[in-house]
């Protein structure tokens, strides 16, 4: 049978098995809600409950679909111009698990930027892949990384012509996307397989005024956090590939490896009704959406001691295009930190950003906002500026943008060697010169600063200090006040 993309066939199949009032045998131990605590019960609703099911004949096989979930992935496939589409239940960083693994296997190369979420590092962790790193493009006006430059991808498959895939995040969390078809011609040319975490990217296809999506570049495989930014719950997202130069049975089964064997259906479905919504009104949605993110920017940059960057940045180095709904704001001229105008936004003014960084704030406008949200949050900011300016020599770390991304650490084993192997605890103050063996990652966005294998350096202690010192939470070590840090004994 061939659906529309009106239909939601995921969904219709699991409320016919709702309405056709069976007695439930099978998992979940709760039976669609009737055995679990009553405040939670009450908490999630009867009807939803009754639509949290499992695997049983009629509801598909996730692994190996051949029912209502094939069909329900066939439409997604279908909408995003892909060969196949795979629903993903932990994440986007499930979906570069997989699709790192389905690529670059143990010793092999793969070549990602230093700016990597923490999933990519994870991701090459488990395959026991070499990462070979490229340095983004950094502004240094705003302190923040843009994307790799076609040039860097250029030079270093050049240098390393052995390397089985490379891999780009785009568009980045700010929404910067970089010549990714141009990237893609590049590494097609040099026979390596084009992946894209595309993570920021689930809207792309729906607006002429976004950037172009990785499909359309001619990616190989890509992964979309659908939860992110269109109407999904969190942690579904969405893999898309093209047949060609991937062996797409070997996704598949990566696809397996990395995700439980019990998929929580509401959240398949809302891959299904996220899908359905977009292909019937997403253009819409998402002009909208542009259409407030432009205006809350134009009315920003009106404000004294506030910078929220849009298109003028379009041209400069890793800036090839830009995604207009991700609105950045750069509050350094106000003599704070962006953590601390984070905090003031959520306690005085109850507006929380997605996440801040040394000196910018990034909110995100998607279909779920209103007039209503973005004039408010034009009004807080533009109280917050009258109220909080303070000279800069009070801010809490005025050094901070000129100590960014400091050099490159130098890779000296492989992540998963170094994770794997003989380690001590040594304090951070005095670890310049040792290998560090895990991921230190500061949060948000989870963008690692040092990684499994990289020799650890002074400018680097130094750089993790002043994020410390300006309110930013580090994530991954086993000590997390990073006063003392597992290196690789030798
Ligand atoms: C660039 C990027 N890639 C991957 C991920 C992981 O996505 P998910 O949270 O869907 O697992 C994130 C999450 O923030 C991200 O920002």
Partial sequence: ?????????????????????????HTPGHKQGKGMYPTLQNLIGKEALSLDLALID??????????????????AAELYGADHSFFVINGTTGGIYAMILATAGPGEKIIVPR?????????????????????????????????????????????????????????????????????VEIVHQHDMVALVDEAHGPHLKFSQRLPLQALDAGA??????????????????????????????????MLQLTQSSSPNYIMLASLDVARMQMAVEGEK???????????????INTIPGLICFGSEKIGNPGVFDFDPTKVTVNVKALGLTGAEAEKILRHEYKVQAELSDSYNLLFMITLGDSEYEVKFLVSALTDLALKYARPLAHAGGGDLVHALYPAMPKGVLSPRDALFGKTCMMPFDQSAGMICAEIVTCYPPGIPVLCPGEEITQE??????????????ISGPEDCTLKRIKVVNR
Wanted: charged share 20%; aromatic share 8%; hydrophobic share 40%.
């Fill in 1 to 25: 049978m061939h659906f529309k993309q009106t239909d939601t066939p995921l969904l219709a199949a699991m409320e016919h098995y709702v309405k056709d009032g069976v007695i439930p045998f």
């Fill in 58 to 75: 009629e509801l598909d096989d996730f692994y190996e679909p051949y029912g209502c979930i094939k069909d329900a992935q066939d439409l």
């Fill in 115 to 183: 700016n990597a979420h923490r999933s990519i590092i994870g991701g090459i962790i488990f395959s026991g892949a070499i990462p070979i790193y490229m340095q983004p493009e950094i502004d240094d006006e705003l302190g923040i990384a843009m994307g790799v430059s076609p040039e860097t991808v250029s030079a270093t498959v050049a240098e390393h012509p052995d390397a089985k895939a490379v891999l780009i995040i785009n568009p980045t969390y700010y929404g910067v996307a970089t010549d990714l078809k141009q990237i």
């Fill in 220 to 253: 190989d495989i890509c992964a979309q956090s659908s939860h992110k930014i269109i109407g999904a719950l969190t942690q579904a997202s969405l893999v898309h590939c093209r047949e060609g130069r991937i062996r797409v049975f070997h996704l598949k089964a």
């Fill in 285 to 299: 949605l998402i002009e909208k959406s542009i259409d407030l993110a432009n205006w809350a920017r134009e009315k």
């Fill in 460 to 473: 680097m202690i130094h750089y993790c200090q002043l994020l410390q010192k300006n309110g930013m939470h």
